[in-house]
């Protein structure tokens, strides 16, 4: 337990704002804050627009790409690397879902994993946890499909960097989702 | 001018923009934050914009601002009434610019680029503002060099926000517009917001 709340907390200490820019910084890399009715109402208009298959594919891999940087740049920098790279990559994977919970992304468990397979499991993602609440406020049709197309993302680049992989060695597919009715949102691992 | 933006941004920093322990979930203003990485928020736009061709580009274009104007109105809404607000900017206002002062003072901690200036005509309800460093900049001009047209959708849809919030009565009774734009080559990006003009008196 130690090392991943040195890490977590190391992680929460890192969120500057930069004020000559107003720009935002986590683990040295910019980023910003935005809300669940954005985020949301990207989702839908996207797949408005140009359905759910291609959303769900432009959402998952950019997501994927930068969330991977994003983690890379602290998780290798020189007083976070040698602690974390001690770990097995299950509880790789288990630090890096607390900095998941740090960012606001929600709360994802490990059913199972190894290096070709996992599952993984979240009663809390945000885009769920979000959509739930625009539903019912905006009076949207119950969804059909899974939602949490950043978290497919977000899980795909995790995998990456446990596993000393590229980007894209992973396909995550999201088989529940609370926003279909299912008691929590899960996931599938599996090699490409 | 009576507001503090330091201090509010001191403030802002104070109230943990980090996810709950058990959750994840990041809980303020009566809205679910999340903190996502600049390139992730630009580059899925782009490549949603790239994904649909010249004809469909007003639409494409259409969605990401609808968008913005929504969460301007329920990111800010929502700030407007917290107890955060009623404790550190509410004392500070007695009038409408004053009130904007403070939604700028909040802007300018989310990470999105720095409102710099502003023209608020109280009597119009038309506003005029500046950003620099607007988040959109470097990933479009990374990918294409210079612009062709306005980028900064999500501003455009606060800036319709803001004055929905101030003057109107509800979501999209005001319109944005980026004028100016960092990524076509001009200095700073400038948006303008103005009541919506129904045609033929309907929405
Ligand atoms: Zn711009």
Known sequence: ?192 | MTINSDEIREAFLTLGLVGDEETGILRRFGVILACNSVDFLIEREIEFINSLGSKALKLGEKVLIDAAQWCANATFGGIMDSEEWAQLIEPNISTISDRFDGLVAITNCLGWGKITSYELDEEKEELKFVVDYSYYIEPWVDRFGKTDRPICYMWTGVAGGYLDLLFGSKPHDFVGDETECAAMGASSCVFSAKKLKKKYGIT
């Open chain 1, 1 to 192: 337990m130690g090392i991943t709340e040195d890490i977590k907390g190391d992680y929460k200490e890192s969120i500057k704002i930069l004020a000559d820019k107003s720009r935002l910084e986590v683990g040295g890399v910019e980023a910003s804050l935005h809300c669940d009715k954005f985020n949301t109402r990207i989702i839908k208009g996207l797949e408005d627009v140009i359905g759910f298959e291609d959303a769900q594919k432009i959402l998952s891999e950019t997501a994927e790409k930068s969330t991977y940087n994003l983690l890379n740049a602290y998780l290798s920098s020189a007083q976070i690397a040698d602690s974390f790279n001690s770990l097995s990559p299950e509880d790789k994977l288990n630090v890096i879902f607390e900095l998941f919970k740090v960012l606001g992304y929600g709360a994802l468990k490990i059913s199972s994993i190894n290096e070709n397979s996992g599952k993984f499991v979240s009663k809390s993602t945000y885009l769920s946890e979000g959509w739930l609440e625009n539903e019912r406020k905006w009076k949207w049709a119950k969804r059909e499909n899974p939602v949490c197309h950043d978290v497919i993302g977000y899980l795909q680049s995790a995998l990456s960097l446990v596993y000393e992989k590229e980007p894209g060695a992973f396909k995550v597919t999201e088989t529940s989702c609370r926003t279909k009715g299912d008691e929590q949102c899960e996931f599938n691992m599996e090699v490409k």
